[in-house]
């Protein structure tokens, strides 16, 4: 049986981003809906002078 997930690992070893603690753009907030509409989720891991980590996963797909 073929797993029927998607996942997407996205890595730079830039600047990072700043994090903003309750505050999300809207560029971040409809990447999640629609993720949130293919049952997906997006983690996103930053750290300043290290770089940044989008994990997006996708359960599920036919």
Wanted: with cysteine; glycine share 12%.
């Amino acid at each position: 049986m073929l797993n029927d997930d998607i996942h997407i690992i996205y890595e730079n070893n830039g600047i990072g981003v700043k994090p903003c603690v309750g505050k999300e753009g809207i560029g971040l907030k409809s990447i999640r809906s629609r993720l949130e509409k293919l049952n997906g989720k997006l983690v996103i891991d930053s750290v300043l002078n290290r770089g940044t980590i989008l994990d997006i996963e996708i359960r599920g797909v036919k």
